[in-house]
């Protein structure tokens, strides 16, 4: 635990004082009541906070960002062009994906990912951490699907993690 002016999490104290203050209104006896919130919920919660994950290249998170945002506005116009088109059925899959990511933010980070582009949802994860159940609407080739994962998000977030 590395305590900053002791408060064990400041990015999520910082972000409780807002959200009170937005929902409690700004008056004085709310913004004390605020700070000691957003003091006491991070001290007695910081035994459920896994360890912070050491990003290596942060600028390279910017630019996940930036790919992800573009390609979710390219599968949606695509799902939407394969839903309004009425000459072919979809061939829907489920695939498991086997992951190289080992850090849990990663996992979650991945399967986020494909959760938020439109056609794909991450619907599992294995006991061990080691692979991962995908759900993809339109599937032609499954290696294919798994190899444009690992090429567009898995090996960005590899990256970032270690």
Same mark, same amino acid.
């Given at each position: 635990? =590395?305590? +900053? ?5 400041? #990015?999520?104290?910082? !972000? #409780? @004082? ?11 006896? =709310? ?8 003091? #006491?919920?991070? @001290? ?7 360890? =912070? ?15 992800? /945002? ?16 009425? +000459? +072919?059925?979809? =061939?829907?899959?489920? /695939?498991?994906?086997?992951? !190289? ?6 996992? !979650?980070?991945?399967?986020?990912? /494909? ?17 991962? #159940? ?14 444009? /994962? ?13």
């Amino acid at each position: 635990m =590395n305590l +900053r002016f002791g408060l064990p999490q400041p #990015l999520l104290s910082f !972000t #409780l @004082l807002l959200v009170w203050l937005m929902l409690a209104g700004a008056s004085a006896g =709310n913004v004390v009541l605020g700070l000691v919130l957003a003091w #006491l919920l991070p @001290l007695f919660t910081q035994g459920f906070w896994p360890d =912070n994950p050491a990003i290596h290249k942060p600028w390279k998170l910017v630019w996940y960002v930036l790919k992800v /945002i573009v390609d979710i506005v390219v599968a949606s116009i695509t799902v939407a062009r394969l839903v309004l088109s009425f +000459r +072919r059925e979809p =061939n829907s899959a489920f /695939i498991c994906y086997p992951l !190289t990511l080992e850090h849990p933010l990663g996992i !979650t980070m991945l399967a986020s990912t /494909i959760s938020l582009t439109p056609g794909t949802v991450s619907a599992d994860i294995s006991d061990d951490y080691k692979m991962l #159940l995908i759900h993809a609407l339109d599937v032609t080739d499954d290696e294919a699907l798994m190899a444009d /994962i690992h090429k567009r998000y898995e090996k960005p977030l590899l990256e970032l993690f270690s």
